[in-house]
């Protein structure tokens, strides 16, 4: 099979890791007296390690996802993705596959949003409805050849 | 609030239906089941567990208005048609021909015409004979998957994620003919409920309208917004029309009753009360088809009967 994007640009991972907000954050996980909620980094590390459907890199890696595209208000976690390329035909993939990770991995009474970041890909509209619609989500994972792929990115690199 | 406790699935349950004698529940869900529960001494009773038919999860479930069958739609394409033996409903036919999920299963007022709708964008309609059910039309109107089905008397309506609704109707041509309305909804129709000539929608975008049916039109009565922050996966009118519940991916139920009739005659439905009904998405609520109790069933596998006293 012809790759879409053969040759995809790979980012310097963890980044994020020299922010004060992330310093601050790694020192309170020890003190027992600060409470720690579920934050946009904890959400961030569930989902950086899942395997692009196209190349051997982690979504991470691939600068698809990052923290500062995450954001959380009370038990809502939104998270937007950039593909690597506007007609990316994989954008569906990844959005159900970010989707279910985080059902999965996610309290039950979280409500999860996954958006393609704005004017990132030809099919966003189209996509962020299928996204969000529950019934083609969870059709997709009683559907075993769907939910092999997602499983395999799911299953990330390690 | 009053309200009796249903547990027995084992997973989501998406759909809860009224048989017509206001008696017998049943609930269907992504545990592959169909579930009926029957009251008995003012308790709701597990009575039957339909587990033969689906091979996935059980998306739509139905009476016929005089009892006598039951259908069931699925993720498995198959559309299951039950009949009552005077005991227990056993099934009789498994219905194929959607080449994806089915959505929706509703019958027709005389119980001659059973619809079910699904992704595969199309509507099948199914009439019987000497017990056998065969398909009398495949419908494809819609753009997108078709989310619900609702027939008024032997006039068919079906919401989209196409956000539009169609209407079919029986011809004199002997064709279904069928006409479609922009109801200003800006996502996924996932409920259509009628009462009369009214006509009560509810949405993605976390809004529900209540139109009035007239003249082949659906002219636009009142909008119910700012109540939910989340989609409204379904609505249901009370038997008598004066009270209609909203159920919402936010968790809550809401209901609305009548107040007021404008100067054309049309009514105007307030909040009556809204409240946490479940700890996740609700995904149905169906009034009573004789009373004012409402059953509601939702992702955290529960079912709930609530006596509002309205």
């Known amino acids: 099979m012809q790759l879409e994007n053969p040759k995809p640009q790979i980012f310097q991972t963890g980044n994020f890791e020299f922010t004060q907000q992330y310093i601050k954050r790694k020192q309170q996980e020890y003190d027992p007296d600060v409470e720690d909620p579920i934050d946009e980094y904890e959400i961030f590390d569930l989902v950086k390690s899942i395997k692009d459907p196209e190349h051997s890199f982690t979504l991470e890696q691939l600068n698809i996802v990052n923290p500062s595209d995450i954001s959380i208000q009370g038990n809502r976690v939104m998270v937007y993705f950039t593909p690597t390329i506007p007609h990316c035909s994989m954008a569906q993939t990844i959005g159900l596959t970010l989707k279910i990770k985080l059902m999965r991995s996610l309290p039950k009474n979280y409500k999860i949003y996954v958006e393609i970041k704005q004017n990132m890909h030809i099919k966003e509209v189209e996509l962020n409805k299928l996204f969000q619609d529950k019934e083609r989500v969870l059709a997709a994972i009683e559907n075993q050849q769907l939910l092999k792929i997602i499983n395999f990115g799911i299953q990330g690199l390690r | ?310």
């Open chain 2, 1 to 310: 609030m009053n309200c009796q406790l249903l547990k027995d699935h084992k997973e989501r349950v998406w759909q809860v239906a009224w048989h017509p004698n206001g008696q017998i529940l049943a609930s269907c869900s992504s545990d592959k089941t169909i579930k009926l529960w029957q009251l008995m001494n003012d308790q709701y009773k597990l009575i039957q567990t339909l587990d033969e038919c689906h091979t996935k999860s059980v998306r739509s479930v139905s009476f016929s208005k005089d009892g006598q069958f039951l259908a069931s739609g699925g993720f498995d394409t198959v559309v299951g048609v039950w009949m009552y033996d005077g005991s227990k409903y056993k099934l009789i036919q498994q219905l194929e021909g959607h080449e994806s999920e089915v959505k929706g299963v509703a019958w027709s007022a005389d119980s001659n015409y059973l619809a079910s709708c699904g992704r595969d964008k199309t509507v099948w309609i199914w009439d019987h004979e000497d017990l056998e059910f065969s398909c009398n039309c495949v419908l494809q109107a819609h753009d997108e998957d078709v989310k619900c089905i609702k027939w008024k008397d032997t006039t068919l309506y079906s919401g989209s994620y196409d956000n539009s609704v169609i209407r079919y109707t029986y011809g004199e041509d002997d064709e279904w003919d069928h006409k479609q309305f922009q109801i200003e909804h800006q996502s996924t129709i996932w409920s259509i409920d009628i009462f009369n000539k009214l006509l009560l929608s509810t949405s993605a975008d976390c809004t529900a309208k209540v139109f009035s049916i007239q003249d082949g039109t659906l002219k636009p009565i009142q909008t119910l917004q700012g109540f939910h922050k989340e989609p409204i996966y379904s609505g249901s009118f009370s038997y008598d029309g004066l009270y209609f519940a909203l159920g919402s991916a936010d968790n809550k139920i809401s209901v609305f009753k009548k107040d007021a009739i404008d100067e054309l005659g049309y009514p105007h439905y307030a909040l009556d009360q809204i409240f946490d009904a479940f700890e996740f998405d609700v995904n149905c609520v169906a009034f009573n088809p004789k009373n004012y109790l409402l059953a509601a069933c939702s992702d955290d596998e529960n079912i709930k009967v609530f006596n509002l006293q309205l």
